[in-house]
Structure formats: structure tokens, C-alpha cells
């Protein structure tokens, strides 16, 4: 037995699956989870010091790959000053600044602990502002794990084939509508009927979590037009995308001003935080100066604030996004010409350094339905090929991966052989 599966059989004894989130445990692709003891660049290293190329990257946060010498360095000056205060802190209004100077339209920032935890605020304060209930969002696109989201969600949902969760009531999803990603006709149809009660439609700008499903000409356009013309928020939930294609927001790539923007992953640099982001109008409802509450203990946590500036600086520093995105291109014109030459049905969807290997014919996938066509006992026997070939990817067809600024030409080149000597067996 190895040492990764001597930790998982003690795992399952005191933690529910073993895994303290449901997109870590194998089910999807089969076989036991690896556990990781160190991360360095690019590279993973598990208990049976097994050595991947990780193309997961802890789900998107690590943008300059794991253990960044600057990001290492600067967590380990805060913590030896205090883990926590509970009071107001200098990292946090640095933190708050240096968003500020990234995103033009975040004027305020309030930090919080997780992806989750500002999907909720930025709802809250969508309703609080609107005086309206209902939200508006899109199959297959994940928002964390509040109840009123599990609605056709993507992520864990999908990959464990759960089309909504126990526990959640019926109350708390009653004003909750999901429709088709990239049909502006439904949204259309939504807002003629009930406009007049929609708090806020959100949307992540490019879809992740049912892989990747970018948005089409038009799309994006529409919500923003849709939202100001009935008086509803529109929300871009970037915590995938922030930070992600450029040192600022997606939307200021796409041209689209969102109401409010929520952020996580990248802004954290690997540490758990969340932040909220809009104009000072919009920000100024919260507490303590507005009616709408919001808390944490650990919210604002100088730890976790000098791992986000640290990230957000060395990313502007180093501007490593041209190459990444390169490097994802490379890697799916790889794919996507043998699968043209050998007529197979599988394609890589890449969009600036961020990829998904769908196995289907089908390209490109336009929302959750088409993506749910995909052959995922494929993409499962995929998955347990590069990781044998040393390439840790996300255990989900319905997930994204990563190129961070550590990866290289040759570890793409070598994943492209890996993944071509699968590809030819099919
Ligand atoms: C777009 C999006 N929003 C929100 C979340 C929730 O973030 P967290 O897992 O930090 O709670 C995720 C997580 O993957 C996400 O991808």
C-alpha cells in the first residue's frame, strides 16, 4: 500500500470521504486521491514522493505556481508579526489599495474569507441596494457553496452528478433562477416577465465550472444592458478570473463594467480570502455605514492580505500572462490537430492559459447541456493516464486547468506527448 492510500483509509475514518471538499476525492475518475506534502514552480510532490506536473494549481490561486520565493517570503514576515488581530491592520488597507489600482471600477474592497463568502456579501448587497429578492443565474456556472446557489450548479455538483443538495429548503432557492449560459433570448424572456424584482444577475464572464465555456459575442453585452435597463446588479463573479488573464479584472479585457465584482483565488495567492469590489455608492451600503451586515473574525487577516499583495505585485512585476497563455494554446493545438488527423472525439478548449480536454466531437461547447454530452469514463481513464505520466490535471471533466508563470515549454511539450499517447489508444 502507499503512503498516499495509508493516509486516505485514516482520512476516511474521521473526515466524511476523506477530503475536506468533494472535488478532491477520486469518485469522478477512479482510484484513490494522491496527497501532497510540497509544491514548488510548477511541480507537486505526494507522500510517496511521487513527482506531477500540476496543471490543477490548488483550482486556480497559484498563478505564479506553488512556493513563489516573494509570496513565501512576505507570509512569513506577517506571521512572525501575529496571525491575527481582530483589529484593523496595514496589510488590509494595502490589500484594499492595490485592488483599487488594478480595477478601476473598485473604488471600495471589503475582504473576506473565501470565494464563497463574497458571493453571499455581493448578493446581500445587491438585494440590499435594489430592495429586491430575485437572482438570476446560469447553469452550470458555480458560486460557492451558500444554499441558495446549489441551483444547477457546476464544480463538485456536477462532477458528483448531484443536481442539488439535501438540506437546502425549498424557501431558499424559491428566488433563485438558472438559466442557459450564452442564450441572451432566455435572459430576455426572464426579464420581460419578472425585471421589476430581479436584485442582480450574476454570471462568472468566462464560465469555468462546468469547464471551460467561454462567452459569445454578445453575451456579456446583453446582461449589462438587460441589468440597467430593468434596475437589476450585475454581478462578475471573477474569483476564477480575476487576476487571472492580466494583473486586474476580466471585465476590464472584455470592456464591461459590472455593478459589483467578487474575488478569491489569485487575490488570496494560496491563502483563504475573498474580497468584494464596486463603487463607493454601491459599497457604502454595508455595514457600518449601511443597513446591509456583513462580518469575520479573521476578515481583513494580515497573513493572508500580504500573500494577495505579494501575488498581485510579482504578477504586475513580471507579466507573465502572454506566456502563459502560449503555453495553454500550444498544449490544445497539440490536441486539437491530432484529434482533427485521427477524426477522434475530443477537443481542448483553451482560453489565455487556462484549458479543458473535452471528450466530445463537439466544439465549441456553448453551455451546460452540450458540456454535459461529454464521455466522462473517457476523460476519467485521461485523467488516470497522466497521472501515471506524472501530469496532475483537475480530477473532473468538468473542471479547468491551470498554466501558472512556472510552467515551461518543454513540461507543455512533454504533456502534449503524454496526452497524444492516450489520444492514439482511443
Ligand atoms: C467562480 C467561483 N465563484 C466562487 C467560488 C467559491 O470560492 P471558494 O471555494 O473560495 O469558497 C468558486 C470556487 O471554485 C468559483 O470558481
Redesign the pocket.
Known sequence: MTESQKLFQRACKHIPGGVN?PVRAFRAVGGDPVYIKRGSGARIYDADDNEYIDFCGS??PLALGHAHPDVVSAVTAAAENGLSFGTCNPYEVEFAELISALVPHAEMVRMVN??????MTALRLARGCTGRSRIVKFDG?????ADYLLVSAG?GLLTNSMPASLGVPESAVAEVISTPYNDVAALENIFQKEGDKIAAVIV?PVA??MGLVVPEPGFLEALRQLCSKHGALLVF????TGFRFHAGAYATLCGITPDIT?F??IAGGGM?L?AIAANKRIMEQLAPLGQVYQAGTLSGNPVAAAAGIATLNTLRRLNPYPAMAVLANVFADNINCFATEKQLNVHCAAYKGIFTVFFTGNSPLRNLEEVKRCDTETFAAFFRHMLQRGFYLSPSQFELNFISAAHTREEIDSASEAAIEFLAKM
Open positions: 471538499s483550482w486556480g473565501s470565494g464563497t463568502e463574497a458571493v456556472c458555480y458560486h460557492g457553496h464544480s462568472e469555468g465550472n463573479d471573477e474569483v476564477i467578487t478569491g483565488k483563504p475573498g
